[in-house]
């Protein structure tokens, strides 16, 4: 399967990296507002095809799927032009900018019948599959609480200070403690109650989310792109807790019983590998490109792992944070 990827930054290298150590996905082409860029990044990672036009990527014959790695304030402009060039597309997360955008996409790939994904790669790991099968089996007893937090020192990267860019910590790293809010205690939310510090241009530089579930559970979320935190959720029960360590990348799981006693720990590299060629695992996109060729070979417009109906409702999740933190965009409207 071709793999054609907008977009030449950090992330696009990691994923990248990825699919040529890989034996079924081919790093096919690149496209970067820059030739000399996107001719770098093709011989880097020896490519067919560089171009310094998304359309002209989008509109190659060549290419099956287009992964979108530019920042979110582009990606509806861009998840469109792909699709309506009958491209399968993977969009990096945050989906969108708001839900208005999030609908209008998915609702054009489930009437052309092509494939649209979230590349949330934390749904798509072992470890994330592991967690909830312990907590379906009540390891820990029922879920009353957890506390997830995500923050990095970010502020000298502009798409996160300006509003006419989607800025603020939400969109970019608040995503990954609410998603495993979801993972944790599912989506039936209750109430909502967030708060935000904001800078001059409205954008959230670090915000709190209250979350209270129908079946009584609570969640204590925090992200920011101030200073750097833990990264790290606890999930506490009636029985005991879970240390998740890493809500983005998922290194492991800390199991303790009610009187704070470890009793089990299982690493990321303890969890059954997919069977590459080395046996080992990558960088942990893997996961979420053997999902997204699945769901295609099977004719699927989603993925199980982050069905539309997830992203959809994440995507309204944090509208209505982003509204009672008082940051608005632009295209809001």
Request: hydrophobic residues 40%; charged residues 25%; negative net charge.
């Amino acid at each position: 399967m071709n793999f054609g990827i907008i977009g030449a930054g950090n992330i696009a290298n990691t994923f990248a990296t990825t699919i040529t150590q890989m034996s079924e996905p081919n790093a096919y082409a690149i496209a970067s507002r820059s030739m000399e860029k996107a001719a770098e990044f093709r011989d880097r990672y020896g490519m067919e095809k560089a171009y310094d036009s998304y359309e002209a990527l989008a509109q190659d014959p060549g290419v099956d799927i287009i992964y979108i790695a530019t920042p979110h304030s582009f990606h509806y402009e861009q998840a469109k032009m792909c699709l309506e060039n009958g491209k399968h597309v993977l969009l990096e997360k945050a989906f969108c900018a708001n839900a208005k955008q999030a609908k209008e996409i998915i609702d054009l790939a489930e009437d052309k019948g092509l494939f649209l994904g979230e590349a949330m790669w934390t749904r798509f790991m072992p470890l994330a599959k592991k967690l909830r099968q312990m907590l379906d089996d009540k390891i820990i007893g029922d879920v009353m609480y957890m506390t997830a937090n995500l923050n990095f020192p970010m502020m000298h990267k502009e798409r996160l200070i300006k509003a006419e860019l989607a800025g603020g910590a939400l969109l970019d790293v608040g995503i990954y403690p609410l998603t495993a809010a979801s993972l944790i205690m599912g989506d039936n939310i209750k109430t909502i109650k967030a708060t935000g510090l904001l800078n001059e241009n409205k954008c959230d530089l670090v915000g709190q989310y209250i979350l209270t579930f129908d079946e009584g559970g609570i969640a204590y979320l925090n992200s920011g792109m101030c200073f750097e935190s833990d990264g790290n959720a606890v999930v506490i029960g009636t029985n005991g807790s879970i240390v998740m360590e890493g809500v983005n990348f998922i290194r492991g799981l800390r199991v303790f019983d009610s009187n704070h006693k470890e009793t089990e720990y299982i690493s990321f590299e303890d969890i059954e590998k997919y069977p590459y060629e080395n046996g080992e695992n990558i960088t942990g996109y893997e996961y979420e490109v053997l999902g997204c060729m699945d769901a295609i070979k099977k004719g699927h417009t989603e993925c199980p792992e982050i069905t539309h109906k997830e992203t959809l409702f994440m995507m309204k999740t944090m509208d209505e944070i982003r509204k009672q933190m008082g940051v608005v965009y632009p295209f809001d409207s």
